[in-house]
C-alpha cells in the first residue's frame, strides 16, 4: 500500500511530538501558524483509521496480493485544514491565519498531479473518510488529551448565536466510532480491545 500524508485523530502521545505535530493540525490548533500559513508538501490524504483499515484488508484479501495499491482519500492542502477548523471551532479563530496569510497554505498555481486510488476501492472496498471528518475528529482528540497546555474552553461571553457553529461539535467528542468491516482480523483485535 502507498500512503499519503496521514491526518485524523492519533491514538499514541508519542505521534503528537515534534516535527509531526509541527506540520499537521496541532501547528493550527496551537496558534502556531497564526502569521504564516505552512506550504503543504503532499497534497494527498488519508486518515489514520482508513490506512490502518487498508494494511488489514491488504493481508486478507487474496486478490490484493503483489498489487501495488494507492490508498489516497483525496487532494487537500493546509488551507483547506484551515478553514475546516475556523468553519467547526469558530471559537478558535484567534489561533488561525487568515487574509494573506494562508496564500502559502493554497494549491500551487501549476496544479498538483492526479493520482488514481480506485484499485484501492475496487480490491479492498476501501471507503474514506473526508477531510472534514479526519480534521474535526483530530481537534476533538486534541481537546480530548488537553495537548499544548491550551484550554479548550470557549473564550467567555461565546455563545452559539454568534456563529454557524453546530451543535453537537461541543463539548470535545471522541472521534468517530469505526466503520462496519467484515474483516476477521479485525472483528478479533476489537474483540480484544473490548469494543
Known sequence: CVLPKLLGPYHSVVLYTGEQIRKRIGHFYSG?????????????????????????????????????????????????????????????????????????????????????NRRSVEVLGMTYRSLRESVVDNINRLQSKNRFGISSAQPRGWSPKQSSHKPGIWPPQRPSPPRPVESPTLALALEKLGR
Do not use: W
Not at 502559502?104 to 498538483?112: K, L, S, T
Open 32 to 116: 502556531g501558524a497564526r502569521k504564516a500559513c505552512p506550504s503543504t508538501n503532499a497534497h494527498y490524504f488519508v486518515d489514520v483509521r482508513d490506512a490502518a483499515l487498508s494494511f488489514v484488508l491488504a493481508a486478507e484479501k487474496e486478490e490484493a496480493a503483489g498489487e501495488r495499491l494507492v490508498i489516497a482519500a483525496d487532494k487537500f492542502c493546509n488551507k483547506q485544514i484551515v478553514e475546516i477548523i475556523a468553519d467547526e471551532f469558530p471559537y478558535m479563530r484567534d489561533r488561525l491565519p487568515t487574509g494573506e496569510a494562508l496564500k502559502n497554505g493554497d494549491f500551487p498555481a501549476e496544479g498538483i498531479p492526479e493520482i488514481d
